[in-house]
């Protein structure tokens, strides 16, 4: 009987111990939750603002596109015009000549 109250004190010993130890650790995993927690919603702010900064770039872009492509339609016109004249200019130039 004394044997088999000293094992149970023992092993109830023993419990008691591993609680603390999981009370603890249970503690730090908490901290650290709270911390990823913490880590997680700064990166879903950072996440947000990138693609803010991105958004904007991109219409930036687009734009520059748009204004590239109306130089170039105008450089053509330009080039258009510019042929037609050469040309005119050439035929007087043939008929003073002859």
Excluded: G
Aim: with cysteine; glycine share 0%.
């Amino acid at each position: 009987m004394k044997l088999e109250s000293e094992k149970l004190h023992s092993h109830n010993q023993n419990l008691v111990i591993e609680l603390s130890q999981c009370k603890e650790a249970n503690m730090a995993l908490t901290r650290n939750e709270k911390e990823f927690k913490s880590v997680i919603e700064t990166l879903q702010k950072n996440v947000s603002e990138v693609n803010k900064v991105v958004y904007h770039k991109q219409v930036s872009i687009n734009e520059y596109i748009n204004i590239v492509e109306e130089t170039k339609k105008q450089l053509a016109i330009a080039q258009c015009e510019h042929d037609a004249i050469k040309q005119k200019l050439e035929r007087k130039s043939e008929r003073h000549r002859v």
